[in-house]
């Protein structure tokens, strides 16, 4: 235990710089950025992970959003009660109910604007269109063919989303002191950070080996967006779900 404390310790210590949190948004836009430059010079070779079927795709990223709600739903609990009370701790809990609505209205937008503005073909080299047969993306996978619309990159948004989402729900174990803490706090703050690197991670990969340019910094943005009016603009207001505990409030 001693020396999960310390890697607790550790982690605090690192998302306790100003500059880690206040600048992970522009490290984000910056990562797709050049990650979409270097995939249109063809710089980038492929590996391992420029297959979408990688471990960390198909049981991480595909399901992202499961762990993200899995792992802060219990966080936000233990985190969020230290010198709280429980009406305080469910309106924090409310967050994830908002989070949850962004996703799902991003991902559904997404999916919309790519069906209103694709058509369904035959084969990769896009000649025979099948227009007016199959409207959808869905329907025309099933049928085996290629859909070609405008892909918002859903990856994109969401490794960014949950990732900003995380590292804020995160705050209160920068001031939580250690003989407050106990195991399961701890290896939930462990696990939770384990996410937000896989997650900067597959970012990365995404940037590089997936997608047109458009399409990831759309999904980033949206991503960056999505954060920023929650966390920065409407949760410091009262009539909210409210932002995790702050040094000043653990000390009162």
Same mark, same amino acid.
């Given at each position: 235990?001693?020396?999960?404390?310390?890697? /607790?310790?550790?982690?605090?210590?690192?998302?306790?710089?100003?500059?880690?949190?206040?600048?992970?948004?522009?490290?984000?836009?910056?990562?797709?950025?050049?990650?979409?430059?270097?995939?249109?010079?063809?710089?980038?070779?492929?590996?391992?992970?420029?297959?979408?079927?990688?471990?960390?795709?198909?049981?991480?990223?595909? /399901?992202?959003?499961?762990?993200?709600?899995?792992?802060?739903?219990?966080?936000?609990?233990?985190?969020?009660?230290?010198?709280?009370?429980?009406?305080?701790?469910?309106?924090?809990?409310?967050?994830?109910?908002?989070?949850?609505?962004?996703?799902?209205?991003?991902?559904?937008?997404?999916?919309?604007?790519?069906?209103?503005?694709?058509?369904?073909?035959?084969?990769?080299?896009?000649?025979?269109?099948?227009?007016?047969?199959?409207?959808?993306?869905?329907?025309?996978?099933?049928?085996?063919?290629?859909?070609?619309?405008?892909?918002?990159?859903?990856?994109?948004?969401?490794?960014?989303?949950?990732?900003?989402?995380?590292?804020?729900?995160? /705050?209160?174990?920068?001031?939580?002191?250690?003989?407050?803490?106990?195991?399961?706090?701890?290896?939930?703050?462990?696990?939770?950070?384990?996410?937000?690197?896989?997650?900067?991670?597959?970012?990365?990969?995404?940037?590089?080996?997936?997608?047109?340019?458009?399409?990831?910094?759309?999904?980033?943005?949206?991503?960056?967006?999505?954060?920023? /009016?929650?966390?920065?603009?409407?949760?410091?207001?009262?009539?909210?779900?409210?932002?995790?505990?702050?040094?000043?409030?653990?000390?009162?």
């Amino acid at each position: 235990m001693a020396a999960v404390g310390s890697l /607790v310790n550790s982690l605090a210590c690192f998302w306790r710089q100003p500059c880690t949190r206040a600048y992970l948004p522009h490290l984000f836009f910056c990562i797709s950025f050049t990650g979409s430059v270097l995939k249109m010079m063809d710089l980038v070779p492929e590996s391992y992970f420029s297959s979408s079927r990688n471990v960390l795709n198909l049981y991480f990223v595909k /399901v992202s959003w499961g762990w993200t709600i899995v792992l802060l739903l219990p966080f936000i609990l233990y985190s969020n009660s230290y010198n709280k009370s429980h009406r305080f701790v469910l309106r924090r809990l409310t967050s994830l109910l908002v989070a949850t609505l962004v996703w799902y209205t991003c991902t559904e937008t997404f999916f919309y604007i790519e069906d209103i503005t694709g058509s369904c073909y035959e084969s990769d080299n896009m000649q025979a269109t099948l227009a007016g047969d199959i409207t959808t993306k869905a329907a025309c996978r099933k049928a085996g063919f290629i859909w070609d619309g405008f892909d918002i990159s859903g990856h994109s948004f969401i490794l960014t989303y949950s990732s900003l989402v995380i590292v804020e729900e995160m /705050v209160p174990m920068l001031h939580i002191t250690d003989v407050s803490r106990n195991a399961p706090l701890d290896c939930l703050y462990i696990a939770l950070n384990a996410i937000v690197a896989i997650w900067v991670w597959m970012f990365g990969c995404t940037s590089v080996y997936f997608h047109d340019i458009i399409d990831k910094i759309l999904g980033t943005l949206c991503g960056i967006f999505g954060w920023y /009016v929650t966390y920065v603009v409407w949760y410091p207001f009262l009539f909210s779900p409210g932002l995790p505990p702050q040094q000043k409030q653990h000390a009162s």
